[in-house]
Protein backbone atom coordinates (compact mmCIF):
# COMPACT_ATOMS: atom_id res chain seq x y z
CA UNK A 1 0.00 0.00 0.00
CA UNK A 2 0.89 3.42 -0.55
CA UNK A 3 1.83 5.72 2.54
CA UNK A 4 3.86 8.88 3.16
CA UNK A 5 5.47 9.41 6.38
CA UNK A 6 6.68 12.91 7.79
CA UNK A 7 8.46 12.27 11.32
CA UNK A 8 8.04 15.77 12.38
CA UNK A 9 4.99 17.56 13.53
CA UNK A 10 6.57 20.85 14.57
CA UNK A 11 9.77 22.12 13.22
CA UNK A 12 10.61 25.65 14.92
CA UNK A 13 13.53 27.90 13.32
CA UNK A 14 14.95 31.35 13.77
CA UNK A 15 14.71 33.63 10.69
CA UNK A 16 17.45 33.00 8.66
CA UNK A 17 18.11 29.17 9.51
CA UNK A 18 18.25 26.81 7.09
CA UNK A 19 15.40 24.12 6.77
CA UNK A 20 14.60 20.85 6.10
CA UNK A 21 11.22 19.48 6.24
CA UNK A 22 11.65 15.56 5.84
CA UNK A 23 9.40 13.30 3.65
CA UNK A 24 9.40 9.71 3.01
CA UNK A 25 7.39 7.55 0.94
CA UNK A 26 6.84 3.41 0.50
CA UNK A 27 5.24 2.54 -3.11
CA UNK A 28 6.99 -0.31 -5.29
CA UNK A 29 5.61 1.58 -8.20
CA UNK A 30 7.09 5.21 -9.72
CA UNK A 31 5.69 7.79 -7.77
CA UNK A 32 4.25 11.45 -8.54
CA UNK A 33 5.63 13.41 -5.72
CA UNK A 34 4.22 16.66 -4.23
CA UNK A 35 4.56 19.37 -1.62
CA UNK A 36 1.49 21.31 -0.75
CA UNK A 37 1.41 24.24 1.81
CA UNK A 38 -1.45 25.65 3.74
CA UNK A 39 -0.82 29.21 5.20
CA UNK A 40 -3.07 30.05 8.13
CA UNK A 41 -6.39 30.85 7.38
CA UNK A 42 -6.01 30.31 3.46
CA UNK A 43 -6.64 27.23 1.80
CA UNK A 44 -4.75 24.02 1.26
CA UNK A 45 -2.05 24.70 -2.03
CA UNK A 46 0.67 23.35 -4.61
CA UNK A 47 3.87 24.40 -3.65
CA UNK A 48 5.62 22.24 -5.76
CA UNK A 49 5.74 18.81 -7.86
CA UNK A 50 8.92 16.99 -8.39
CA UNK A 51 8.91 16.33 -12.07
CA UNK A 52 9.14 20.23 -11.99
CA UNK A 53 12.03 20.53 -10.58
CA UNK A 54 11.35 24.19 -9.68
CA UNK A 55 12.55 26.28 -6.73
CA UNK A 56 8.94 28.03 -5.40
CA UNK A 57 9.52 30.34 -2.71
CA UNK A 58 13.33 29.63 -2.60
CA UNK A 59 11.78 25.76 -1.49
CA UNK A 60 13.37 22.78 -3.33
CA UNK A 61 12.94 19.27 -2.97
CA UNK A 62 14.85 16.34 -4.96
CA UNK A 63 13.35 12.76 -5.08
CA UNK A 64 15.88 10.41 -3.82
CA UNK A 65 14.16 6.60 -5.30
CA UNK A 66 16.95 4.78 -3.25
CA UNK A 67 16.28 6.13 0.07
CA UNK A 68 12.51 6.50 -0.73
CA UNK A 69 12.60 10.37 0.26
CA UNK A 70 11.18 13.60 -0.77
CA UNK A 71 12.45 16.44 1.53
CA UNK A 72 11.30 20.20 1.34
CA UNK A 73 14.57 22.51 1.45
CA UNK A 74 14.74 26.18 2.02
CA UNK A 75 18.42 27.58 3.02
CA UNK A 76 17.00 30.74 4.34
CA UNK A 77 13.61 30.62 5.98
CA UNK A 78 11.35 33.72 6.43
CA UNK A 79 8.57 34.79 8.92
CA UNK A 80 6.36 34.23 6.09
CA UNK A 81 6.67 30.28 5.46
CA UNK A 82 5.47 29.38 8.90
CA UNK A 83 2.64 27.49 7.30
CA UNK A 84 1.38 23.64 7.76
CA UNK A 85 3.74 21.62 4.62
CA UNK A 86 2.03 18.52 3.69
CA UNK A 87 4.10 15.78 1.38
CA UNK A 88 1.85 13.60 -1.00
CA UNK A 89 2.34 11.30 -3.78
CA UNK A 90 0.13 10.14 -6.72
CA UNK A 91 0.90 6.93 -8.77
CA UNK A 92 0.32 5.95 -11.88
CA UNK A 93 -3.22 4.72 -12.55
CA UNK A 94 -4.29 6.64 -9.64
CA UNK A 95 -6.26 9.23 -11.13
CA UNK A 96 -4.54 12.15 -8.69
CA UNK A 97 -5.67 10.77 -5.85
CA UNK A 98 -3.62 12.26 -3.35
CA UNK A 99 -1.79 9.84 -0.28
CA UNK A 100 -0.90 12.97 2.45
CA UNK A 101 1.43 12.50 5.22
CA UNK A 102 0.23 13.71 8.71
CA UNK A 103 1.55 17.28 7.59
CA UNK A 104 4.74 19.36 9.45
CA UNK A 105 3.96 22.87 10.81
CA UNK A 106 6.57 24.95 10.46
CA UNK A 107 7.42 27.99 12.63
CA UNK A 108 9.81 30.82 11.83
CA UNK A 109 10.49 32.87 14.09
CA UNK A 110 11.90 36.25 14.14
CA UNK B 1 -14.65 33.80 -7.77
CA UNK B 2 -13.33 30.74 -9.96
CA UNK B 3 -11.79 28.58 -7.22
CA UNK B 4 -13.33 25.37 -5.45
CA UNK B 5 -16.34 27.04 -3.21
CA UNK B 6 -17.54 24.64 -0.17
CA UNK B 7 -20.82 25.25 1.94
CA UNK B 8 -21.22 25.61 4.77
CA UNK B 9 -18.04 26.79 6.56
CA UNK B 10 -18.95 26.21 9.73
CA UNK B 11 -21.48 23.42 10.73
CA UNK B 12 -22.70 22.13 14.55
CA UNK B 13 -24.79 19.23 14.13
CA UNK B 14 -26.29 17.19 17.16
CA UNK B 15 -24.96 13.21 17.60
CA UNK B 16 -27.52 10.94 15.11
CA UNK B 17 -28.47 14.04 12.93
CA UNK B 18 -27.84 13.64 9.40
CA UNK B 19 -25.50 16.65 7.63
CA UNK B 20 -24.90 17.34 3.78
CA UNK B 21 -22.22 19.02 3.03
CA UNK B 22 -21.43 20.66 -0.35
CA UNK B 23 -18.87 21.21 -2.90
CA UNK B 24 -18.37 23.71 -6.06
CA UNK B 25 -15.63 22.32 -8.19
CA UNK B 26 -13.70 25.04 -11.03
CA UNK B 27 -15.66 25.06 -14.07
CA UNK B 28 -14.91 22.59 -16.54
CA UNK B 29 -12.83 20.53 -13.74
CA UNK B 30 -14.03 16.77 -14.24
CA UNK B 31 -12.19 14.94 -11.17
CA UNK B 32 -13.62 15.83 -7.63
CA UNK B 33 -12.24 14.04 -4.73
CA UNK B 34 -13.70 14.58 -1.30
CA UNK B 35 -10.83 14.43 1.54
CA UNK B 36 -11.11 14.60 5.67
CA UNK B 37 -8.76 16.20 7.99
CA UNK B 38 -9.08 15.07 11.87
CA UNK B 39 -7.46 16.38 14.72
CA UNK B 40 -4.21 15.62 14.55
CA UNK B 41 -4.46 13.52 11.29
CA UNK B 42 -3.29 13.88 7.90
CA UNK B 43 -5.61 14.39 5.02
CA UNK B 44 -7.32 11.20 4.60
CA UNK B 45 -9.10 10.95 1.31
CA UNK B 46 -12.43 9.88 0.94
CA UNK B 47 -14.10 9.45 -2.19
CA UNK B 48 -12.82 10.46 -6.31
CA UNK B 49 -15.41 11.25 -8.72
CA UNK B 50 -14.89 11.33 -12.42
CA UNK B 51 -17.64 13.36 -14.27
CA UNK B 52 -21.10 12.06 -12.41
CA UNK B 53 -19.62 8.48 -11.56
CA UNK B 54 -17.11 7.44 -8.25
CA UNK B 55 -15.03 4.78 -9.41
CA UNK B 56 -13.01 5.16 -6.04
CA UNK B 57 -15.05 4.80 -2.83
CA UNK B 58 -12.52 3.00 -0.98
CA UNK B 59 -11.86 5.46 1.81
CA UNK B 60 -15.85 6.30 2.88
CA UNK B 61 -15.15 5.54 6.93
CA UNK B 62 -18.52 3.44 7.17
CA UNK B 63 -21.79 2.75 5.30
CA UNK B 64 -23.30 6.44 7.36
CA UNK B 65 -20.96 8.06 4.28
CA UNK B 66 -21.96 8.79 0.92
CA UNK B 67 -21.83 11.10 -1.76
CA UNK B 68 -22.72 12.17 -5.24
CA UNK B 69 -22.26 14.49 -7.88
CA UNK B 70 -24.73 15.80 -10.13
CA UNK B 71 -24.16 17.40 -13.93
CA UNK B 72 -20.49 16.63 -13.61
CA UNK B 73 -20.21 19.74 -11.05
CA UNK B 74 -21.84 20.49 -7.54
CA UNK B 75 -21.01 17.24 -5.43
CA UNK B 76 -22.63 16.49 -1.38
CA UNK B 77 -21.00 14.42 0.92
CA UNK B 78 -23.70 13.14 3.25
CA UNK B 79 -23.22 11.74 6.84
CA UNK B 80 -26.02 10.05 8.10
CA UNK B 81 -26.42 9.28 12.00
CA UNK B 82 -23.25 11.62 12.93
CA UNK B 83 -21.35 10.54 15.80
CA UNK B 84 -18.49 12.37 17.63
CA UNK B 85 -15.70 10.68 15.18
CA UNK B 86 -16.86 12.20 12.50
CA UNK B 87 -16.16 15.97 13.69
CA UNK B 88 -13.33 16.85 11.40
CA UNK B 89 -12.93 19.48 8.37
CA UNK B 90 -13.78 17.68 5.44
CA UNK B 91 -12.17 19.36 2.37
CA UNK B 92 -13.05 19.22 -1.48
CA UNK B 93 -10.83 19.42 -4.68
CA UNK B 94 -11.46 19.56 -8.04
CA UNK B 95 -8.60 19.04 -10.77
CA UNK B 96 -8.63 19.94 -14.67
CA UNK B 97 -8.55 16.89 -17.32
CA UNK B 98 -5.10 15.73 -18.21
CA UNK B 99 -4.14 17.98 -15.26
CA UNK B 100 -1.98 16.75 -12.22
CA UNK B 101 -2.96 20.04 -9.44
CA UNK B 102 -5.33 19.22 -6.93
CA UNK B 103 -7.26 22.72 -6.47
CA UNK B 104 -8.73 22.67 -2.68
CA UNK B 105 -11.79 24.28 -0.81
CA UNK B 106 -11.31 26.13 2.07
CA UNK B 107 -13.30 23.44 4.32
CA UNK B 108 -16.09 22.46 6.17
CA UNK B 109 -15.81 22.10 9.76
CA UNK B 110 -18.17 19.66 11.41
CA UNK B 111 -18.51 19.89 15.05
CA UNK B 112 -20.62 16.58 16.20
CA UNK B 113 -22.38 17.07 19.87
Known amino acids: AQRVTQPEKLLSVFKGAPVELKCNYS??????LFWYVQYSRQRLQLLLR??SRESIKGFTADLNKGETSFHLKKPFAQEEDSAMYYC????????????FGAGTRLAVHP | GAGVSQSPSNKVTEKGKDVELRCDPI?????LYWYRQSLGQGLEFLIY????????KSGLPSDRFSAERTGGSVSTLTIQRTQQEDSAVYLC???????????FGQGTRLTVV
Open chain 2, 93 to 103: ASSPPQGYQAF
Open chain 1, 27 to 32: YSGSPE
Open chain 1, 50 to 51: HI
Open chain 1, 88 to 99: ALTFSGGYNKLI
Open chain 2, 27 to 31: SGHTA
Open chain 2, 49 to 56: FQGNSAPD
